[in-house]
């Protein structure tokens, strides 16, 4: 009897699959980060011009914060971020210790220092906000204190890996840091559910009809946009720089 043809779908999925693999070794990896990043860089400037034109120069003034609202657009995508970039970093930590891919470490290393930086922009940006609308610039709410308790975890990730020298041992106690800041995400988003804060809720939710203007939410996610670009192209040089002091790929030859 004649055995049946394999399937092209199932002839073609592991082939793609081994595509994107082999991706996953850094010498492959290298070259094409090279490519992506200026594209990235480019994508994030184009999306911060067109957000922050939107958000302060087109959107209307809010009617009960007057023009102190417009903060929002950098304050809202930077808290956004600060919580996204955690759980991807804790996501690449989850694949370094189950698959050992070390490509995967460095990506959690690259994207630490970001996840810093948006979110102490959160914090100045929201103290900014938070003297004219609430008279002080910082009180002890549950989402403030959970948002920079979410800064001391990004900056003990960073000095945890700098503390150890050997980069094995560095990569698991990192791993196992980033995994246990999880339980801190989902404190910061649901804080205004669960606690009576000062904090008002969120304005752009996946289950309701945003609370604000068209042209007030096409700013935030433009904005948002910049901050995802940016934030991709800066991993993508940083770990090629990862890459480099670790001897992972030459020195010279192959650098776009």
């Given amino acids: 009897m004649s055995q049946p043809l394999p399937s092209l779908h199932?002839?073609?999925?592991?082939?793609?699959?081994?595509?994107?693999?082999?991706?996953?070794?850094?010498?492959?990896?290298?070259?094409?980060?090279?490519?992506?990043?200026?594209?990235?860089?480019?994508?994030?400037?184009?999306?911060?011009?067109a957000g922050l034109y939107v958000g302060f120069a087109v959107a209307p003034t809010d009617a009960q914060q007057g023009e102190v609202y417009r903060i929002i657009f950098i304050h809202v995508p930077a808290a956004w971020m600060s919580m996204f970039i955690y759980l991807v970093m804790a996501g690449y930590c989850a694949l370094a210790l189950v698959l050992r891919t070390r490509l995967s470490s460095m990506m959690a290393?690259?994207?630490?220092?970001?996840?810093?930086?948006?979110?102490?922009?959160?914090?100045?940006?929201?103290?900014?906000?938070?003297?004219?609308?609430?008279?002080?610039?910082?009180?002890?709410?549950?989402?403030?204190t959970s948002e920079l308790i979410l800064l001391f975890l990004y900056l003990g990730f960073i000095a945890l890996e700098s503390a150890i020298d050997e980069p094995r041992r560095a990569e698991r106690a990192c791993a196992v840091l980033a995994?246990?800041?999880?339980?801190?995400?989902?404190?910061?988003?649901?804080?205004v559910q669960w606690w009576n804060t000062l904090h008002q809720g969120a304005s752009v939710s996946l289950t309701a009809a945003p609370s604000m203007a068209a042209t007030m939410l096409a700013g935030m996610l433009l904005m948002t946009l910049a901050c995802w670009m940016y934030t991709i192209a800066v991993a993508l040089v940083r770990v090629r720089c990862i890459l480099r002091e670790r001897g992972e790929v030459p020195v010279t030859g192959e650098t776009s």
């Fill in 179 to 191: 995994l246990v800041g999880v339980a801190n995400i989902p404190v910061i988003y649901f804080s």
């Fill in 109 to 144: 290393s690259a994207l630490a220092p970001t996840g810093a930086l948006f979110t102490a922009l959160a914090l100045w940006t929201g103290a900014l906000w938070g003297q004219p609308t609430w008279g002080t610039w910082w009180v002890w709410d549950a989402r403030l």
């Fill in 10 to 49: 199932t002839a073609e999925a592991p082939r793609a699959r081994s595509a994107w693999m082999a991706y996953a070794a850094p010498v492959r990896f290298y070259p094409l980060a090279g490519r992506l990043a200026p594209w990235c860089f480019a994508a994030a400037a184009l999306f911060a011009v």
